[in-house]
C-alpha cells in the first residue's frame, strides 16, 4: 500500500479549506496552518471551521496546527492559501521550514501592489525557485459549492507538466476534476482580472442596471483579460477555458462571490468603508483593480473597465459618473 501524499495547506480561509477537503477525499494527508490557536483546537475537536466553512464535517485525514513547521514537515506539495497581498512576508518568514523539493502550489488570485508581480511570480522571487516547482490552481470554485462537494472542475497550471499531473493526481475526486495546463501567465491572469470584473458587474447590478450590461461587461471584460494576457506572452485560448470564462462567469453571476458582493454593495450606494465593515473575508479585486491596471499601464494595454472599478473603489468616484465615462468613450471595433 502506497504512503499518502502529505500536503500543508498554508491558510484556514473557506477556499483554503475547501481544497484542503478535495485533497483529503482525493487521499491524501493534509494539514492546515491556522493564524490563530484557537481555530485550530476547534477544527481538531469538532471537524467543522466555524468561522469560515460552518456546517461542513471535515475529513478525518485532515488535521489543523497552528504550528508552521509540523504543517509543513515533509509536504509533498504547499498549498499557498492566503491574501495575495500578504504572500511576500509570509512566505519569507516560512522559507527556512520548507519540505527539500516541495512544490509550491498558489490558490491565490490577485497582482501584487507596487511590484505588479503575479503570485507565481512573487513565489519564484522568495522561494528563489524555478518556474518548475511552482504550480497554481484555478477556475470555477466557489468555496462554498466545493465544500459541499457540489460538481466542480479546475485548472492545475505549471511550466512543468509533469509537476501539473502529479498535483492533478492529487486533487482528483468524484466531484473535483482538475485538467492540466502550462500556461501559467494565463491561469494568473485570468483569475486576477475576475475578480476586479466581478467588482464591476456586482456594481451594476447594485446600480439595477439589467442582464445587458451584466453581459456586457463579462464579454468586455473578458476582452480587456485577453489583451493583457497577449503582451505578456499568454495563450489566447487559455481565456476561453477554465481559468478564464468559467471563472470569470461563476465570479459574475453568483451571491457566493465576494467581489460581485462586495461590488452590488458599492452599487446600492454604500461607501467603501461601509461596504467593508460588512465584509467577512478578502474581496482581492479591492486591491487587484490598483495593481492589475499599474501592470496594464506598464505594457501599454487598454483596460476601461478596471480603470472604471479602481475609480469607483479608490478615487470615490460616484458609480453613476464613472458608468457615464465608460460609456461615452470613442467608438471602436469589437476585436480591438
Given at each position: 500500500?502506497?504512503?499518502?501524499?502529505?500536503?500543508?495547506?498554508?491558510?484556514?480561509?473557506?477556499?483554503?479549506?475547501?481544497?484542503?477537503?478535495?485533497?483529503?477525499?482525493?487521499?491524501?494527508?493534509?494539514?492546515?496552518?491556522?493564524?490563530?490557536?484557537?481555530?485550530?483546537?476547534?477544527?481538531?475537536?469538532?471537524?467543522?471551521?466555524?468561522?469560515?466553512?460552518?456546517?461542513v464535517e471535515l475529513p478525518k485525514n485532515l488535521r489543523a496546527t497552528a504550528d508552521a513547521a509540523e504543517a509543513l514537515r515533509d509536504a509533498e506539495f504547499t498549498v499557498l492559501a492566503i491574501p495575495s497581498q500578504s504572500l511576500r512576508e509570509n512566505l519569507a518568514e516560512w522559507l527556512p521550514l520548507?519540505?527539500?523539493?516541495?512544490?509550491?502550489?498558489?490558490?491565490?488570485?490577485?497582482?501584487?501592489?507596487?511590484?505588479?508581480?503575479?503570485?507565481?511570480?512573487?513565489?519564484?522571487?522568495?522561494?528563489?525557485?524555478?518556474?518548475?516547482?511552482?504550480?497554481?490552481?484555478?477556475?470555477?470554485?466557489?468555496?462554498?459549492?466545493?465544500?459541499?462537494?457540489?460538481?466542480?472542475?479546475?485548472?492545475?497550471?505549471?511550466?512543468?507538466?509533469?509537476?501539473?499531473?502529479?498535483?492533478?493526481?492529487?486533487?482528483?475526486?468524484?466531484?473535483?476534476?482538475?485538467?492540466?495546463?502550462?500556461?501559467?501567465?494565463?491561469?494568473?491572469?485570468?483569475?486576477?482580472?475576475?475578480?476586479?470584473?466581478?467588482?464591476?458587474?456586482?456594481?451594476?447590478?447594485?446600480?439595477?442596471?439589467?442582464?445587458?450590461?451584466?453581459?456586457?461587461?463579462?464579454?468586455?471584460?473578458?476582452?480587456?483579460?485577453?489583451?493583457?494576457g497577449t503582451v505578456l506572452g499568454a495563450d489566447p485560448l487559455t481565456f476561453s477555458g477554465l481559468a478564464g470564462l468559467g471563472d470569470l462567469v461563476a465570479t459574475c453571476s453568483s451571491p457566493l462571490s465576494r467581489n460581485h458582493t462586495f461590488g452590488t454593495n458599492l452599487g446600492k450606494g454604500m461607501?467603501?468603508?461601509?461596504?467593508?465593515?460588512?465584509?467577512?473575508?478578502?474581496?482581492?479585486?479591492?486591491?487587484?483593480?490598483?495593481?492589475?491596471?499599474?501592470?496594464?499601464?506598464?505594457?501599454?494595454?487598454?483596460?476601461?473597465?478596471?480603470?472604471?472599478?479602481?475609480?469607483?473603489?479608490?478615487?470615490?468616484?460616484?458609480?453613476?459618473?464613472?458608468?457615464?465615462?465608460?460609456?461615452?468613450?470613442?467608438?471602436?471595433?469589437?476585436?480591438?
Amino acid at each position: 500500500m502506497s504512503t499518502p501524499v502529505r500536503v500543508a495547506v498554508m491558510g484556514t480561509g473557506s477556499w483554503g479549506t475547501a481544497f484542503g477537503m478535495v485533497l483529503a477525499d482525493a487521499g491524501c494527508e493534509v494539514t492546515l496552518w491556522a493564524r490563530r490557536p484557537q481555530l485550530a483546537e476547534t477544527v481538531n475537536s469538532t471537524r467543522v471551521n466555524p468561522d469560515y466553512l460552518p456546517g461542513v464535517e471535515l475529513p478525518k485525514n485532515l488535521r489543523a496546527t497552528a504550528d508552521a513547521a509540523e504543517a509543513l514537515r515533509d509536504a509533498e506539495f504547499t498549498v499557498l492559501a492566503i491574501p495575495s497581498q500578504s504572500l511576500r512576508e509570509n512566505l519569507a518568514e516560512w522559507l527556512p521550514l520548507l519540505a527539500p523539493g516541495t512544490v509550491l502550489v498558489s490558490l491565490m488570485k490577485g497582482v501584487e501592489l507596487g511590484s505588479a508581480m503575479r503570485m507565481s511570480e512573487v513565489i519564484e522571487d522568495v522561494a528563489k525557485v524555478g518556474a518548475d516547482r511552482v504550480a497554481v490552481v484555478t477556475g470555477p470554485n466557489l468555496a462554498r459549492e466545493v465544500a459541499a462537494r457540489m460538481p466542480a472542475a479546475a485548472v492545475v497550471a505549471c511550466a512543468d507538466e509533469a509537476v501539473a499531473r502529479r498535483l492533478q493526481a492529487a486533487c482528483h475526486t468524484p466531484y473535483f476534476r482538475p485538467y492540466t495546463e502550462t500556461d501559467v501567465v494565463g491561469c494568473e491572469l485570468g483569475g486576477a482580472v475576475k475578480n476586479v470584473i466581478g467588482l464591476a458587474v456586482g456594481i451594476a447590478d447594485g446600480m439595477g442596471l439589467g442582464d445587458n450590461a451584466k453581459g456586457s461587461l463579462i464579454t468586455r471584460g473578458l476582452a480587456e483579460t485577453a489583451r493583457l494576457g497577449t503582451v505578456l506572452g499568454a495563450d489566447p485560448l487559455t481565456f476561453s477555458g477554465l481559468a478564464g470564462l468559467g471563472d470569470l462567469v461563476a465570479t459574475c453571476s453568483s451571491p457566493l462571490s465576494r467581489n460581485h458582493t462586495f461590488g452590488t454593495n458599492l452599487g446600492k450606494g454604500m461607501t467603501l468603508e461601509e461596504t467593508i465593515a460588512v465584509t467577512e473575508q478578502t474581496a482581492e479585486g479591492v486591491k487587484s483593480c490598483e495593481s492589475v491596471l499599474d501592470l496594464a499601464r506598464r505594457h501599454g494595454v487598454d483596460m476601461p473597465i478596471t480603470e472604471t472599478v479602481a475609480g469607483i473603489v479608490h478615487e470615490g468616484k460616484p458609480p453613476v459618473v464613472a458608468l457615464k465615462e465608460l460609456m461615452s468613450r470613442s467608438a471602436k471595433p469589437e476585436r480591438r
